[in-house]
Nanobody
Framework: QVQLVESGGGLVQAGASLRLSCRASGSTFRSFSMGWFRQVPGKEREIIAVISQSGASTYYTDSVKGRINITRDGAKNTVYLQMSMLKTQDTAVYYC?????????????????WGQGTQVTVSS
């Protein structure tokens, strides 16, 4: 079992930067690959970025490549999503998720643990 709590969302202007955090508790953090997803009303929850258990491998969906960086800090049991050059279309609820699957999992169904989500709103 692992509990995930996201933070760092908010209202920003287009072009700004924002860092989301997701703190894990309740189990061995290093056992989990971590993913960030986002969802807007009426649409499917989509993968944004994934980082492997060791942090050596990462994945980014095409729409965010070059603007987003996922990292993890084992000492703090926290995974981060650094976002820059934000666009209005980045507005969504952002979710942190954990999977015990080895490597990079990009499908929502592969994740068994989810945070409550944090709202990111980008204004023009």
């Amino acid at each position: 079992q692992v509990q995930l709590v996201e933070s760092g969302g908010g209202l920003v202007q287009a072009g700004a930067s924002l860092r989301l955090s997701c703190r894990a508790s309740g189990s061995t953090f290093r056992s989990f690959s971590m993913g960030w997803f986002r969802q807007v009303p009426g649409k499917e929850r989509e993968i944004i970025a994934v980082i492997s258990q060791s942090g050596a491998s990462t994945y980014y969906t095409d729409s965010v490549k070059g603007r987003i960086n996922i990292t993890r800090d084992g000492a703090k049991n926290t995974v981060y999503l650094q976002m820059s050059m934000l666009k209005t279309q980045d507005t969504a609820v952002y979710y942190c998720a954990a999977t015990s699957s080895i490597g990079i999992a990009t499908q929502r169904g592969g994740y068994g643990y989810w945070g409550q989500g944090t709202q990111v709103t980008v204004s023009s």
